[in-house]
């Protein structure tokens, strides 16, 4: 038998006869109830001794009743059960703890890797757009007051060479004018005789026919509409038509397609010494232009105080702004480069319908004036479309140019 004394003693192990170590039962302080339960080989029971503890501070040994060491061994299981859920639990704990530092370490790096790649992007962006930029005013764009070349001005409320007040603050909620590209022009605007004469032939009684039916078809029955509207008004220039017979720009840039040989005729002009000479140029860049008049889709008409500026590619300056609603009128202004000629004058859009055909004219006049004091006055001739209903579609000038 063994007897235990020393109430901090947590473990005793001791060595029985036959050579085999057993754990025995170490109550260390019996007065509050709590024990240790040391598990020990089931085949080795027949070598444990008995328990005892010192009750107190006693000197007598008691041997434990068998109830308290039951009672005492559920309490240990229930400590020993207790104590592994808090090592769990903690342990889990741990590992939550960790898993969301690895977590908030991988988001940092992600972030600091998109942080990077906005910055590398935005870098691309800026750089593009400065090269860009650069090959614009190379070009001949230019900005007044920004750092965009496509946008001519932040602050101007009216255009250079405009019938507007210009000490009128501009409105801070309206667009500002922007250049229209290369792309943006050509895509509408046909530069080719074959191109703008596309579907149309020259029959031998002159002026041109139409036969193009995709055209034919479009236009086919809207002249009954007009017709009805037109009596209706008593105005054709009152007249609605439908959108489907319209090329998609205005009719101020439409007309800038008859001065495109300003550069090559006027420019001669201006330098010829002659005055005769100079009238020939005159009148073969009027007629140079007058095949655009052929064209069978309608533009758009401007809205009161729409303006159009532009350049040709000798640096020829072109303003036109749209001064009139009803009636219908346009001005212009074109100006050669070191003011080698001036052009200048209004068109005042007139339209007239009878039963199968349609007549129109710009009509105002084109004022050329050169550095000689020499002004040279021509008007362009009304446009007659025949075929509106029925026959061929032919159209020609009638008129004088003088």
């Known amino acids: 038998q063994m007897c235990i004394r020393d109430r901090n003693e947590q473990e005793s192990i001791f060595k029985q006869p036959s050579g085999e170590l057993c754990k025995i039962f170490i109550l260390r302080n019996s007065l509050m109830n709590q024990s240790k339960i040391l598990s020990f080989p089931k085949r080795k029971l027949r070598y444990c001794f008995s328990c005892f503890i010192l009750d107190g501070d006693k000197d007598c040994i008691q041997e434990p009743d068998e109830e308290d060491l039951s009672?005492?061994?559920?309490?240990?299981?229930?400590?020993?059960?207790?104590?592994?859920?808090?090592?769990?639990?903690?342990?889990?704990?741990?590992?939550?703890?960790?898993?969301?530092?690895?977590?908030?370490?991988?988001?940092?790096?992600?972030?600091?890797?998109?942080?990077?790649?906005?910055?590398?992007?935005?870098?691309?962006?800026?750089?593009?757009?400065?090269?860009?930029?650069?090959?614009?005013?190379?070009?001949?764009?230019?900005?007044?007051?920004?750092?965009?070349?496509?946008?001519?001005?932040?602050?101007?409320?009216?255009?250079?060479?405009?019938?507007?007040?210009?000490?009128?603050?501009?409105?801070?909620?309206?667009?500002?004018?922007?250049?229209?590209?290369d792309a943006e022009l050509y895509s509408c605007t046909k530069t080719k005789k074959t191109e703008i004469l596309e579907g149309l032939i020259s029959p031998p009684e002159g002026g041109l026919e139409c036969i193009n039916q995709d055209i034919l078809t479009r236009q086919s029955g809207i002249l009954g509409d007009m017709f009805i509207q037109f009596i209706a008004t008593m105005s054709a220039e009152r007249v609605a038509l439908p959108v489907r017979i319209f090329e998609p720009r205005s009719t101020i840039d439409r007309i800038a397609d008859m001065w495109r040989f300003a550069p090559h005729y006027l420019a001669k002009a201006s330098s010829a010494q002659d005055n005769i000479e100079r009238i020939k140029q005159v009148i073969c860049f009027a007629f140079g232009g007058m095949y655009s008049f052929?064209?069978?889709?309608?533009?758009?008409?401007?809205?009161?105080?729409?303006?159009?500026?532009?350049?040709?590619?000798d640096g020829t300056q072109v303003y036109m702004e749209h001064t009139s609603h009803h009636p219908s009128i346009s001005n212009f202004l074109i100006e050669g480069p070191k003011s080698s000629f001036r052009m200048h004058g209004y068109y005042?859009?007139?339209?007239?319908?009878?039963?199968?055909?349609?007549?129109?004219?710009?009509?105002?006049?084109?004022?050329?004036?050169?550095?000689?004091?020499?002004?040279?006055?021509f008007h362009y001739p009304k446009m007659k479309i025949h075929g509106m209903i029925m026959?061929?579609?032919?159209?020609y000038p009638s008129g004088n140019m003088i």
Request: aromatic share 4%; net charge negative; glycine share 4%.
């Open 348 to 377: 005042e859009y007139k339209v007239q319908m009878d039963s199968n055909s349609m007549e129109g004219q710009q009509n105002g006049p084109n004022i050329i004036d050169f550095p000689n004091e020499q002004r040279i006055v």
């Open 391 to 395: 026959g061929r579609r032919l159209a």
């Open 71 to 181: 009672d005492n061994v559920a309490k240990n299981i229930e400590i020993m059960e207790n104590e592994k859920r808090a090592l769990m639990e903690t342990e889990m704990e741990r590992i939550k703890k960790e898993q969301h530092e690895i977590e908030l370490k991988e988001a940092k790096r992600l972030e600091e890797i998109r942080e990077k790649e906005e910055t590398v992007r935005k870098m691309l962006e800026e750089e593009a757009k400065r090269k860009e930029n650069e090959r614009l005013i190379l070009e001949g764009y230019k900005s007044r007051d920004g750092d965009n070349p496509l946008i001519y001005s932040e602050t101007l409320s009216v255009p250079p060479k405009s019938f507007l007040n210009p000490s009128i603050p501009r409105d801070s909620k309206a667009q500002p004018p922007v250049y229209l590209n």
């Open 294 to 313: 052929a064209g069978q889709l309608k533009p758009f008409n401007p809205v009161i105080g729409e303006t159009l500026q532009g350049s040709y590619s």
